[in-house]
């Protein structure tokens, strides 16, 4: 158990749909990064927050979007939902952010999003 | 852009084999990261290089770190049906995220 949690475990919808995904970091973690996990490209980082404020910005749409707040957990929102969305979504935390070796990210069980 | 390219893509092997994994960018890492990851989990931190030449060892895992610090390999020795897993190398990127490889698929058959 990484100590991250998220919220819900799988989600089902439709296209054109709008969800939102939840995690709490770790006791203790700034800094919350989101990714996506598909079959195709892999672990893609989303976005990273750290104490409220979004800090980095990787290959998110702009359908999507997050937010953390004041007490640390973090929300992904998806919007307009399509097929190729489907994939496994992961929040990781760290205490900092500074990306060097020693600030270990830590990452939730994920939540599997299927779009039908 | 950083890229991380990991080879083989799958392996299945028999029980007490041993096997190789590769992780190769062309470019350099400040440090590298491996984690394994099983089905319906989030990857799991193992090991992080950071020295090149570096060789780091968990129990019959071998950890090694390029010279030039672009590249890095997983060695398991005696492999067990325990080590089935999605094994990926991750290095940092320039905004403080990972970058992952796209994983190295284990399958170890008793």
């Known amino acids: 158990d990484s100590g991250v949690t998220q919220t819900p475990k799988h989600l089902i919808t439709a296209t054109g749909q709008r969800v939102t995904l939840r995690c709490s970091p770790r006791s203790g973690d700034l800094s919350v990064y989101w990714y996506q996990q598909s079959l195709d490209q892999g672990l893609q980082f989303l976005i990273q927050y750290y104490n409220g404020e979004e800090r980095a910005k990787g290959n998110i749409l702009e359908r999507f979007s997050a937010q953390q707040f004041p007490d640390l957990h973090s929300e992904l929102n998806l919007s307009s939902l399509e097929l190729g969305d489907s994939a496994l979504y992961f929040c990781?935390?760290?205490?900092?952010?500074?990306?060097?070796?020693?600030?270990?990210?830590?990452f939730g069980p994920g939540t599997r999003l299927t779009v039908l | 852009t950083q890229l991380l390219e990991q080879s083989p893509q799958f392996l299945s092997i028999q029980e007490g084999e041993n096997l190789t994994v590769y992780c190769n960018s062309s470019?350099?890492?400040?440090?590298l990261q491996w984690y394994r990851q099983e089905p319906g989990e989030g990857p799991v931190l193992l090991v992080t290089?950071?020295?090149?030449?570096e060789v780091k060892k968990l129990k019959r895992l071998t950890f090694q770190f390029g010279d030039a610090r672009k590249d890095s390999s997983l060695h398991i020795t005696a492999a067990q049906p325990g080590d089935t897993g999605l094994y990926l190398c991750a290095g940092g990127g320039s905004q403080g995220n990972l970058i992952f490889g796209k994983g190295t698929k284990l399958s170890v058959k008793p």
């Open positions: 290089v950071v020295t090149g030449g």
């Open positions: 470019s350099v890492f400040s440090s």
């Open positions: 990781a935390s760290s205490v900092y952010s500074s990306g060097e070796f020693t600030d270990t990210q830590y």
